[in-house]
């Protein structure tokens, strides 16, 4: 994992690395619960506003509190990781120009702005304002923050498939070429859309968990009767569009990070129709010896399936790890180089940026400054390979790729399941909710009392334990997703132009270690100050009837 | 100043808001905390822009040469 | 079947046997905290009634686990109950003098009264799992011991002995190592910690419940901490490893090496870890909850087998000798025959049958929990 050629501190890439992970992490606990929540109590208010019944404002006026306990948990969590930027990983974010610069000022003018003008709306203007205004306000603090996730998904798409820009040797940054390349990349609009859907998942199932308890307490039973309606149907949706949109998303990875999908799925030797690997024996410790085996010990696959993820075609060609640094030809004809190949020409990039500004500085003539130029642009797709010294710096962390794609995939499953038999038990469809009852009770997991019924307030408790023992499962599967996100990057922090190793700061590893260490203790201070808040609020429980502003 | 006025109606939406605020209060008070501890300890002390303190000015230059030598 | 794979069962049985015996140390653990748990005379004695309904089961399961070791491992056997035996006869002293203790403690005639034998138990409580978890120490730590197989055909050899110790302290010298303390008391603290879940379990009684979970802290705070230290310790020491010639040698990092290795067992220490912390946890913080026992036991179990697992597979010498490198016995130079090995394979089957009617046994006598009025009425220690 490190170069141990640079003159660098041979820690301080591991432990930059280490510090950003732990802080996006601790920034992502927050941010799907709020995207979550907001389609939850948009919905439960939308009731409201068409039933005017004091129940729903009550319900609604909850799930609002809930979301503002965690909205303020998470603020300024994610300044951290702009601070990191420009202390850790100084060469790459003037690197990155004028990327995250345009989309965070976009970000922060419009989105930003608009979630707290009419989150303050939503919490101070119950009796100020009309119905219908403090309605929108509501549904348009959700929007403000679906649109924050937006910006930042699209810097972080940028830096997986970098699109729409040029680099200028003179300033030494990326600068936008097309803002629309940029923000509307397919490899964005996907991710924006897997990553939105996740989020709703997160919200359906806290909210069904926070409700299964309440009904295992014996309170609040009509609202947590209605509030797991709304949560199971959500989160059906949600879990179905997040598997359809994360197919989307694997063919993306597939056709721009190759080695991600390779590593994701420990394939060492592709070829066509390949298997989409279910189990195997991965060691989740050490990265294990992919040019000496065939294939992951003890692979349980479903044939035809990585094809068809990867390409929509089940005899598609999927490249695997030995395959991308040894280079390949598709049955149609493409050729990819080898990994030795793209380390000359990227090492062509440089010296034709180090001949540059030599040139420039010297005050050479137009021509030579072209020639240099063109020659930088040529090469610059392989920018990054010039600084790989060793092939194996190539391959990300094969361990962590693929147990974290399979706990992901595996709970997106068991929620599709969840979810669904959640919104049989509850709602009154016609055949299909006694069909699944009788179901369950010749299996054994409900009781023959119930079989005929529609009352999910009667089920047995381990129903209810289940839907509480989900919640931390979805943050697993959450947080699982963007390992496997930024791990398959590794070792780029921009795809094939800039490894870790360029990007990062001359810093000794000392102060690194001094400033993860920092946060790992202020973090988790305020973390279990913060959920011991939240669960304070949900064991109170909704304040009944009240007319003034409770936040 | 008119109490309909739409001016009057917002200042009366945060005034009225914040003075009634109970669980409001804790939460500013965890929001302050943190704002405090982040922007005036964190920032200042361990997180400098290291391309300004380092840079002398000629932030390209600087990087310039830095990605230049780490591919030697 | 291999000769090699019959050496890795035999070693997984034997590692089983030990885990199983750790968890049953709980008796030994309950009798050195009775004192202070029962506060009254009848307090106390339902803690020794309690943890005298099983202390045959420890016992049996000691001497089952010395046999499997004996019989698969001899060379085990002799070099260590031969070499090192101050250390296990003090245990198996103390062990007698617990199944003495139980049996004459009140009854009428009773020369050294019940005081006495009340002693007896809470130094076999103590002195047992101390001296056990020290033994178990060695594994990692090694020994004074020199094997010189060629002994026995060796005229002008001193003894006809195969092996002996290096030193006359004779096993003791081990104590002197203060890693081997180190996880000497953590088996202690954690077979008190286990003690005192059992019997907030087995024992129906409000006032021993409520001062057994306060008891707790103090019993499982140090075990985690001893326990934590010697982890650290043991992932960050030298190891001996042996190459496919028989050849020891010191491999550094040798047992971290082995945990990233055999990444199973490493999955599998983390769930015990887990189910001991879990189990804690919830009795110390929950009023109504005494099923802890449980959790702590399956969780001592698998953690107890993973670790030692780790002591002898993956090319590990398991009874290494801080005298002389190449005495260290490893999986392949001490054990049986391949013919005794298989045969035992086959007899192995047995067991869980064995378990089996340990299990009915042990459901038969807990049947009804203790308490107060059985001390008065029924048969009783």
Redesign the interface.
Known sequence: MTNLLLNIDAGTIDWSRAQFALTAIYHWLFVPLTLGLAVIMGIAETCYYRTKKQFWKDTAKFWQKLFGVNFAMGVATGIILEFEFGTNWSNYSWFVGDIFGAPLAVEGIVAFFMESTFVAVMFFGWNKVSRGFHLASTWLTGLGATISAWWILVANAWMQCPVGCEFNPDTMRNEMVSFAEVALSPFAVSKFCHTVTSAWIIGGIFVVAVSSWYLLKKRETKMAVESIKIGALVGLVASVLAAATGHKAAQDVGEAQPMKLAAMEALYNGGTDQGLTAVAWVNPFCQPDYENLDEAPLRMAMPYALSFMATNDIHGYVPGVNDILNGYTTPDGRVEPSVDEKIERGKKAIEALAAYRQAKAEGADEATLNAQRSTLNENMPYFGYGYVKDKSELVPFIPVNFWCFRIMVGLGCVFILFFGVICLLAFKIPLISVITRRLLAAIGLLPETEADGYDITRLPAWHYWLAIALVPLAYIASESGWLVAEFGRQPWTIQDMLPTWAAVSDLHSSSVIITFLLFLVLFTTMLAVEISILLKQIQKGPDVGATLNEK | MQKDSFAY?VF???Y???K?????R???T??LI??F??FAV??LF??????KQ?AAGD???Y??T???E??Q | MTYEFLQHYWCFVVALLGALLVFLLFVQGANSVARTLGQTEEGRRLVYNSTGRKWEFTFTTLVTFGGAFFASYPLFYSTSFGGAYWLWMIILFTFVLQAVSYEFQNKIGNLLGPRTFQFFLTLNGIVGPLLLGGAVATFFEGSNFIVEKNNLIDATAMTPVISHWANASHGLDALLNPWVLVFGFAVVFLARTLGILYVMNNVNDEDIRSRGSVRLVGAAVPFVILFVAYLVHLLLKDGYAYNDDGFIYMEPYKYLHNFIDMWYLTIVLLIGVALVLFGIGKTIVSKEYVGGIWPAGIGTVLTVLALLLCSAWNHTAYYPSTAQLQSSLTMVNSCSSEFTLRTMFYVSLLVPFVLAYIVYAWRAIDSKKIDREEIRTDHAY
């Open positions: 109606r009366d939406l945060y009225d808001g914040f009634n605020m109970r669980l409001g804790v939460l500013w965890v929001i943190k704002l501890i982040i964190l920032k361990f997180f400098p822009n290291f391309l380092h932030e390209a230059g990087v310039a830095e990605l230049v780490r591919a």
